[in-house]
Nanobody
């Protein structure tokens, strides 16, 4: 079974940057798709970005041009690079993957807080 380790959350000022990491216990090539979700208090959990491993990526309109996927194949890790952060980006971020064998796996949440 694949397991995910998530890190990189923190507190930043508006306009700052963070990089979230999602490392799989297996091979990155066993992953079909990876996605990032976020949830603020009192809000629905929303899909932020999706990435086909070995393919392209899609982003919700509110983060386009500011959030970008990156990948380190040797470390079996995918990153979400977040730039020009806004207070409305604040929330708990989750990594989600679907494997080539149909397994769905969630990582633990990591808190991102952006101050005004």
């Amino acid at each position: 079974q694949v397991q995910l380790v998530v890190s990189g959350g923190g507190l930043v000022q508006a306009g700052g940057s963070l990089r979230l990491s999602c490392k799989t216990s297996g091979s990155i090539w066993d992953i079909n798709t990876m996605a990032w979700y976020r949830q603020a208090p009192g809000q629905q959990r929303e899909l932020v970005a999706t990435h086909d491993i070995g393919g392209g990526a899609d982003y919700v309109d509110s983060v386009k041009g500011r959030f970008t996927f990156a990948r380190d194949n040797d470390k079996n890790t995918v990153y979400l690079e977040m730039r020009s952060l806004k207070p409305e980006d604040t929330g708990v971020y989750y990594c989600n993957v679907h494997t080539q064998t149909g397994q769905e796996v969630w990582g633990q949440g990591t808190q991102v807080t952006v101050s005004s």
